[in-house]
Each structure stands twice: as structure tokens, then as C-alpha cells.
């Protein structure tokens, strides 16, 4: 169903009480709408109001009034979505918004689907595909270094990279084409050397976009992490100190933590999904019993394991079979308890585990140690939020492609191939990076993307 002749209106602040709450009107109606339900002080009508400026006054309907409000209007194309638009800011309490939103809606608006905003935003060229795709990852973002990567593909780092790929190779595309479908111009012969080099060239730009991908999704999605150990060794300590407050119940029962704890926590760069799991210990408890079978499981779908060992007590066999279980996968030894007289076998751990950190989880002490040593083991550390960074599996996914159709085009110029399937591979390399600003995406994939945005964005 084709709304772009619609006037859409939805609420565009959070769904809760604040301060203030900000209905945005968007269409060709926006203006006369507005002036509908708008009653200036100053006796201005919205009409006569330029864009950029704001007036005060208050929302009626039907005579009766609704609340005072500060109305801005933001003249096409000169504007979020390149339409008329207008934003009503009103007091902020759940009934007074919605009040207003029907009013808007009674007097000729129509409500937004989700993302519809910015969908209209990409349909009249405000921005492309990738970037309405980072207006979504800067609402959600949770730490500065996610805000940065998603503010930098905002402003269109992703589509000059995109932008160069394409450049290189229209114009070998070009050139091969006018040179097999003009052969009796004077075009200059393709030299298979030049071609090569260009399309090597491309080929490195988008494995560098691709190289950054899954730190970028460390970065976003954050990295299913899980505490394990034996009971008493601190995971639960550990879990409150890292989240900020007590999550995890803390006594000197062994065997407190029964189930899995989770939690998402913000650790310098990095987001942890961090699990808390019961003590790994063979037990006769039923319910304890089901707690530790679970850990075992955790360890095995974890990303990043966090290993927590007791310095004031000697390693056992159930400590050297953790060790052995975790050797294979990314791991940090976290000798606990320091402020503690140490009674631990350092040198057994770091023969099987290869990042070790010393932290009271009690204290806080070394923990930021450890938030160093898994940005470093998780590759954030290194990360330059500010680079050209592909932010999620559609994007990826075209690149992918794109890649695999420059590998059979320099395939089919080293091997002596006719130019005609060269230029297949090319364009079909084309396509696929096109797709990620949107220049050449379906419908399909567009409604895809927005179909998970929040209404009134």
C-alpha cells in the first residue's frame, strides 16, 4: 500500500513520563494540519511561520483546550524527511502526548508505521540505506565507542568507502563495454594489467570493510560471556562488581548460585553479556546438581570465558579439570582474593590458560586490569570507531557477495577468459555493493530495515 501521499504523525519521544513529549507531523498536510490544532499567543498562524522557527501557544480541539505547547516547523526539503514537517513539543505525561497525537490524527493525520520517518527520509534522498540503517544503532546504542562507530556511518563513512569501491569499478565495467560494443571507435584496448590492478584494488577495500565487521559486532551486540569456577571462589562477587550492583546473592554457603545469572553489562569498549553460573562441583543435590549441568553447557556456547580461582586455596582436581576444559577457547584466569595470603599454583594456570589478571572482586582491585585485558583478547582495544565499519549482517552479507564476484572476475582475466564474462563478474560485484547505501536494493529488502524501527523515527 503506497502512503506517501499520506500526512504521518506519531509520537517521537520514549514511551513514558518526562519533562517534555514531541509529537512530529510529516507530509504534504503538515502545515494545514497543524494549523488546525494550533493556537499561537502572538496570533500567528503556522502557515505564515518560516522554517527553523518556533512559536508559542497551545493545542486545541474543538474548542477545547488541550495543552500549551512549543511548535517548530522545518520547511521542505529542508528537513528530516525532506517534507514539510512539525514538531508539537508538549508536557510530557503519557495521557497529555497521546491527548495530543489524537488530536493531530482527528484533524487529518495518520499514524506512522515504525521507521516510517526516516524510510521517507531515504525514499526523497536525505540519506541512504546504511545511513537510516545507523540512525537506529545510535538510539540503541549502549557504550561511547557504539555511539561513535554509529554516528561515523551516520555521516556517511560507509557509503565514501562504498562510493569508491563503485567508481573503480564502473570504470572498468565502462571501459570493457564501450571497447567490445564499439570496436570500430578508436577506444583504447583493454590492458588486462590495469584491469587486474583495479580489481585487486576493489577486492582490498571491501576485505577491509569486512576486516572490521566482527569487532564492530563485539562492539554492538556485545560478547556472550560466562563466570565459572568451583563454589566460594568469588563469581558472584565478581558478577555485582562488574554489573554495579548486587545481582548475584552472596554468602559463604557453598552452592549459593543455583541457576544461571545473567546480566548485560558496559566494560570500557566492550559489552558483556555476562552469566553467572553455579559452582563446579560434583554434588548429591538434585537442584544444585541441574545448576552445575548448566554451567558445563554455558561453557560450551560462551564467546568469552571468565575463570575464577580462589588464591588462598590450593588448586584441585576439580580446578585442573576446568583448566583443561577451557584451555581451547578464549579465557581469562582471574586469581581472586589478592588481598589475601596466596597459597595457589600461579604457574599450573598460566601453563593452561594464556591471559591471567589478579583482582579482589571484593575491593574492585585490578578489575580494571581485567576490562583491559578483554578488550585486548576481544580486539576493541585496537578498534577505530571512526573507520568505515559495516554494522550488520545485510550489509555484510552484500559485501560477501560483491567480494566473491571480484575473485571470478580476476579469476577469469588471469586465465584468459573472454572479456564478456569479466564484465558479468563485475557487474554482478556492482550490484552487491550498491545494495548497501540502497541504490540498488528491492523493496523487499528495504522494508526489511525498517521494519524494526521504533515508531515515530
Known amino acids: 500500500m503506497n502512503r506517501i501521499n499520506d500526512t504521518i504523525t506519531a509520537i517521537s519521544t520514549a514511551n513514558g513520563a518526562g519533562g517534555i513529549g514531541v509529537i512530529r507531523i510529516s507530509g504534504e498536510k503538515a502545515i494545514i494540519i497543524a494549523d488546525r ?30 495543552d500549551e505547547v512549543v511548535l517548530t516547523v522545518f520547511r521542505k526539503p529542508h528537513s528530516y524527511t525532506g517534507e514539510d514537517v512539525v514538531e508539537i513539543s508538549c508536557h510530557g505525561g503519557l495521557f497529555v502526548t497521546k491527548q495530543v497525537l489524537r488530536t493531530v490524527i482527528t484533524h487529518g493525520g495518520v499514524p506512522a508505521q515504525a521507521g516510517e520517518f526516516t524510510q521517507r527520509a ?18 540503541s546504542a549502549k557504550g561511547k565507542t557504539e555511539s561513535r562507530t554509529a554516528l561515523a556511518c551516520r555521516e556517511g563513512k560507509i557509503s565514501k568507502e562504498i562510493f569508491k569501491i563503485n567508481d573503480l569499478l564502473v570504470h572498468c565495467a565502462s571501459h570493457l563495454s564501450a ?28 576485505e577491509n570493510l569486512l576486516k572490521n565487521y566482527d569487532v564492530g559486532m563485539i562492539i554492538k551486540k556485545g560478547i556472550d560471556t560466562t563466570i565459572v569456577g568451583k563454589p566460594n571462589v568469588g563469581k558472584s562477587t565478581l558478577m555485582n562488581q562488574l554489573s554495579g550492583y548486587e545481582k548475584s546473592i552472596v554468602t559463604d554457603i557453598p552452592g549459593t548460585t543455583r541457576d544461571i545469572i545473567e546480566e548485560t553489562v558496559v566494560l570500557g569498549d566492550v559489552t558483556l553479556n555476562l552469566s553467572d553460573t553455579a559452582g563446579l562441583r560434583d554434588t548429591d543435590n538434585p537442584v544444585e546438581k541441574i545448576g552445575v549441568e548448566k554451567a558445563r553447557k554455558k561453557l560450551n556456547t560462551s564467546s568469552l570465558i571468565l575463570a575464577v580461582f580462589d588464591s588462598t586455596q590450593q588448586l584441585d582436581s576439580e580446578d585442573i579439570q576446568l583448566l583443561d576444559s577451557i584451555k581451547d577457547y578464549p579465557s581469562i584466569a582471574i586469581i581472586n582474593k589478592i588481598d589475601k595470603t596466596s597459597v595457589l599454583d600461579i604457574e599450573t594456570i598460566t601453563e593452561k590458560v594464556k591471559h591471567t589478571v589478579y583482582i579482589s572482586a571484593k575491593t574492585g582491585n585490578g578489575i580494571e586490569k581485567l576490562v583491559k585485558m578483554i578488550e585486548e583478547l576481544t580486539g576493541t582495544a585496537e578498534f577505530d570507531p571512526s573507520v568505515a565499519t559495516l554494522t550488520n549482517e545485510r550489509q555484510r552479507s552484500c559485501a560477501v557477495k560483491a567480494l566473491e564476484a571480484l575473485h571470478e572476475a580476476i579469476s577469469s582475466v588471469d586465465m584468459g577468459f573472454t572479456l564478456d564474462a569479466t564484465t558479468v563478474s563485475i557487474e554482478d560485484a556492482i550490484q552487491n555493493i550498491l545494495e548497501i547505501t540502497g541504490e540498488r536494493a528491492s523493496e523487499v529488502v528495504v522494508h526489511n530495515v525498517f521494519k524494526n524501527f521504533c515508531v515515530g523515527k
Do not use: C, H, Q
Open 179 to 206: 571497447w567490445a560494443d564499439y570496436p570500430e571507435e578508436d577506444i583504447p584496448e583493454v590492458d588486462n594489467t590495469v584491469l587486474r590492478e583495479n580489481l585487486v584494488k576493489a577486492k582490498s577495500l571491501i
Open 37 to 66: 490544532v494550533f493556537k499561537s499567543i502572538s496570533g500567528k498562524t503556522v502557515a505564515e511561520m518560516k522554517g527553523y522557527t518556533a512559536s508559542y501557544g497551545y493545542i486545541y480541539d474543538d474548542g477545547e483546550k488541550i
Open 122 to 139: 531515504f525514499l526523497n534522498g536525505k540519506m541512504d540505506l546504511s545511513e537510516a540503517e545507523a540512525v537506529m544503532d545510535i538510539i
